[in-house]
């Protein structure tokens, strides 16, 4: 049987790998191997693949048979190319050995370079390039990298002796010691080492090449690595590469150098040459910082106003092959890479190529002009973006340039940045608005009552709380800058104060929030508004053209809906009705529905709140112009909207005239155990049916004069939360319907609408088939259905979810990525099941899950109508969508089709 191969050499314009053999190659070997075979010039080398990582570990730590022999094999075939052999004291072989995997993994050991150098093949080298300075320049480096990485000798030991032995000759750079420096400074490493290890520096060439190489195995089960391992799902199977590759040398002398560069702007996106490189000098010392590295173009150069030249200016040969060689890897990978470089001697070598990372920016304006350029299509421009990131472009951010003054640092609950005054109760935020203040609202923490006051501020600071916090969830669905948790501010509301950081801020000192960081910053600091058009609006489009499902919001104020709509929302996917009924000029009508002994004061109290509520929903109905706007009835525990404490049961009694006693026995009457469970959702309407009643006359009168003023058909979509039976959901239908034939019948018109439900109970999942029956349409209120289904509740998960996820029990919350394995199965079951009875039902989410793009995935999956999402995020959706399309995972399904 022949024996298996271990190692792939590349180098000469060959190889015998490509990019396509990145699992047996790592990212590294493959790139340098496609490099080769499209005739770029790679100094020759040869890749050791992961397979023998493996190998290495089922074996006990010991290498597979045939290993030697091919790398010594291999090395002398890269000797012969460069026409230099290994260990050979005349004309020594150096090279860089450097770990590779699929994927690229810090905490792993990086790169050893010079390898091969020892007294006798440093002064080999010395002779040869008729550089002594170069030559022990390099021998010192290697030691002290290899020491190191490989041996342990911590870095910081040669640091101090190369320090100590500058001061002692009055030098100031490197670049001043001489040969002769660079010789006194080698004895003094190899003491070092001797010292540390108890045995000298290895001299014989062949021990330090299966050190470094070992290293890198060794490496790849390190602490680190396992970490970074496990926090990113790579699997301990896949091991790493070892690329052993001749060294180029950057460092000799002034027509030698290296760099590192993007082929463009890894910030902006602009297509112009972007990094720097370093004259005289290998590749650790651009990482270290040592020097200044300098501009590759004059144009960076003149806009950095840097003093020393530009690879441009400085070495314009190298540099317009460098040019050329970076318009060919794009045109060869279709995708902006990011590039290692060394010059030796004026010749150009390539040591890297990969993508290069971006920001959101970047890879909007790369995707884009890449089809403008013919490099890749629409679809292919469309999977580079990652929707999560376009949560960066969609707000205001601060101004990069503007000096920070930070106070404190929260959790980044909600993105953008805003400044405006503090304020520290829910009544002032409003009233200052009113007066056309902006405001922040500093609060401990929020609850639903504060909503008018969220609505009324620029911005929400909170010292409590975690990302699914009341504050979080509210401000990200209203589109507000929230910083929550932030845990260092002492709020005195007493005082009107906070304390952060040493400093005392009173009502009415200026902030700046940036939900965006998580960081709360005094004083007003300027802001950049998003750009919406060009870039953004082109991908956009394309996205819309390849998705299936449809995307709405969740929205229930005009502001919200045009914000939503102007993200290119194609209707409404829940409006949460009793966010209304917060509204100032309508609590108090509510709370004395509330408080009503019968049936009939209940009416009179609704009778109050039925114009304001018909008013609503046509606003909505106009900004929708006649797209689909599901308007789900009351759905929180009654108790939620009345006052708490004596000071605010006293004010309300005075307020109305209501007995206190009497209030105060109904506030008894309506408390809770266990309120999430109790009395809520469709469970209202079956109490108190002239509440859903109502809600749904103001619906039908208020579709009826939208329909009117606009000229737009409306069809409302009516939808009973929380319903667990089918029973529920046909008391709640009888009486919907005959509402709307009393409307038809006093306004002489004919209503076009819709009666559905939400699937939020595991039950309602299951009976989803008897259900349909009756229900025009499901949403999946997967928040609920999360809650129900784990058992968790959604307002106290935070306490304990970062433990589960500290400890591993579960890899992500829940409640902000859809469980698939459980919660999904019920989605999953609910669909099919509703669609057994009514082929045609429109499906659609309306949880958080609506606005995360591997939930979206799931929804594609499952063949849903349409998401749903806060308006922020409905751009993301929009382009997860097309993504989780173009994926196929739709293909599957006996879904309905587009709606
Ligand atoms: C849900 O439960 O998923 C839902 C959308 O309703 P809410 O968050 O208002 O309970
Ligand atoms: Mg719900």
Not at 189 to 217: I, S, T
Not at 719 to 734: H, N, R, W
Request: aromatic share 6%.
């Amino acid at each position: 049987m022949a024996e298996k191969k271990w190692v792939y050499s590349f180098g000469d314009g060959k190889a015998e790998g490509a990019a396509s053999m990145r699992d047996l190659l790592g990212g590294k070997g493959a790139n340098l191997a496609e490099m080769s075979n499209i005739g770029l010039p790679v100094p020759p080398g040869f890749t050791i693949t992961t397979e023998v990582c493996t190998a290495f570990y089922e074996n006990d730590r010991n290498y597979p048979d045939g290993l030697k022999e091919q790398v010594e094999a291999a090395l002398e075939q890269v000797g012969k190319a460069v026409g230099m052999s290994f260990g050979d004291p005349e004309n020594p072989l150096l090279v860089s050995v450097r770990s590779g995997g699929r994927a690229s993994m810090p905490g792993m050991m990086d790169t050893v370079l010079n390898l091969g150098l020892n007294d006798e093949t440093a002064a080999g080298l010395a002779k040869r390039a008729g550089d002594e300075r170069f030559a022990y320049d390099s021998y010192r480096r290697f030691i002290s990298m290899y020491s190191d990485v490989v041996l342990g000798v911590e870095h910081h030991n040669f640091e101090e002796i190369l320090e100590y032995y500058k001061e002692e000759q009055e030098y100031s750079l490197d670049t001043e010691l001489s040969a002769t420096d660079w010789q006194d400074v080698i004895h003094r490493y190899k003491e070092r080492v001797e010292e540390e290890l108890g045995r000298p520096f290895p001299q014989d060439v062949n021990e330090q090449l299966w050190g470094a190489v070992g290293a890198v195995f060794g490496s790849w089960r390190n602490r680190r690595a396992e970490t970074y391992r496990r926090l990113h799902n790579i699997p301990e199977s896949w091991g790493t590469a070892v690329n052993v590759q001749a060294m180029v040398f950057g460092n000799m002398g002034d027509t030698s150098a290296t760099g590192v560069a993007f082929t463009r702007n890894p910030s902006t996106g602009e297509k112009a040459l972007y990094g720097e490189f370093l004259v005289n000098a290998q590749g650790e010392d651009v990482v270290a910082g040592i020097r200044t590295p300098q501009s590759l173009t004059k144009k960076a150069r003149l806009e950095g106003n840097d003093k020393l030249p530009s690879m441009e200016e400085a070495m314009p040969d190298a540099f317009a092959e460098l040019s050329a060689v970076f318009e060919r890897l794009e045109r060869h990978y279709t995708d902006m890479q990011d590039v290692e470089f060394t010059v030796q001697e004026a010749k150009l070598w390539m040591l890297q190529t990969r993508s290069g990372k971006r920001t959101a920016k970047a890879a909007l304006k790369i995707a884009v002009e890449m089809v403008g350029e013919g490099l890749i299509g629409e679809e292919t421009a469309i999977s580079r973006v990652d929707p999560a990131s376009l949560d960066q472009l969609l707000h205001p951010t601060l101004d990069p340039d503007a000096p920070r003054d930070v106070l404190a640092t929260g959790l980044p609950a909600s993105p953008g940045a805003a400044s405006g005054e503090i304020v520290f109760s829910s009544d002032e935020a409003a009233a200052l608005r009113q007066a056309g203040k902006n405001v922040v609202l500093v609060r401990v923490e929020t609850s639903p009552e504060d909503i008018n006051g969220m609505h009324s501020a620029v911005a929400i600071l909170t010292t409590r709380g975690g990302m699914t916090s009341h504050a979080a969830v509210v401000a990200r669905g209203m589109g507000r800058p929230c910083v929550s948790g932030a845990g260092s501010i002492r709020i005195d509301y007493k005082s009107e104060t906070f304390t952060a950081a040493g400093v005392t801020l009173k009502k009415g000192d200026i902030i700046t929030v940036d939900g965006s960081t998580g960081q709360v910053l005094k004083g007003e600091i300027p802001t950049l508004q998003p750009e919406l058009s060009g870039d953004f609006a082109t991908l956009m489009s394309w996205a819309d053209k390849h998705r299936r499902m449809e995307v709405r919001t969740n929205a229930e104020t005009p502001h919200d809906a045009e914000t939503a709509r102007k993200f290119g929302a194609e209707g409404i996917g829940l409006c949460r009705t009793e966010h209304m009924f917060f509204e100032e000029d309508r609590i108090v009508a509510v709370r004395q529905m509330i408080l009503a002994d019968d049936a009939k004061g209940r009416r009179a109290a609704l009778e109050k709140i039925l114009p304001m509520q018909r008013d609503d929903f046509r606003q909505l109905f106009e900004i929708m112009h006649g797209l689909p706007v599901t308007i789900r009835l009351l759905d929180p525990p009654l108790h939620e909207f009345l006052p708490k404490g004596e000071a605010e049961i006293a004010d309300f009694a005075k307020e109305t005239g209501a007995d206190a006693e009497k209030l105060a026995r109904r506030l008894a009457d309506l408390a809770e155990t266990n309120p999430m469970l109790g009395h809520r959702g469709c469970r209202l309407g079956i109490s108190y049916p002239e509440i859903y009643e109502m809600q749904a006359r103001a619906i039908f009168e208020g579709a009826l004069l939208a329909a009117a003023e606009t000229g737009a058909a409306v069809t409302p979509e009516i939808m009973i939360p929380l319903v667990g039976m089918k029973a529920e959901l046909d008391f709640l239908k009888e009486r919907i319907v005959a509402v709307a034939v009393e409307v038809e019948k006093e306004k002489g018109a004919k209503l076009e609408y819709r009666i559905g439900t939400m699937i939020e109970l595991p039950r309602a999942a299951i009976m989803a088939r008897e259900i349909a029956e009756s229900a025009e349409f499901f949403s999946f209120g997967t928040n609920d259905l999360t809650q129900t289904t784990y058992g968790i509740s959604r307002d106290d998960a935070a306490h304990f979810m970062n433990d589960y996820m500290g400890k591993k029990i579960i890899a992500q919350d829940p409640f902000v990525s859809l469980d698939r394995e459980g919660v999904g199965e019920l989605v999953r079951l609910g669909a099919e099941r509703g669609r057994e009875t009514r082929p045609d039902i429109k499906l659609g989410i309306c949880g958080e899950h609506g606005g995360d793009p591997a939930s979206i995935a799931f929804c594609e999956e499952v063949g849903l109508t349409y998401v749903s999402c806060s308006p922020y995020r409905v751009p993301i959706a929009r382009l997860a969508a097309a993504q989780s399309a173009l994926a196929g995972a739709g293909n599957n399904t006996s879904g309905s089709g587009t709606a």
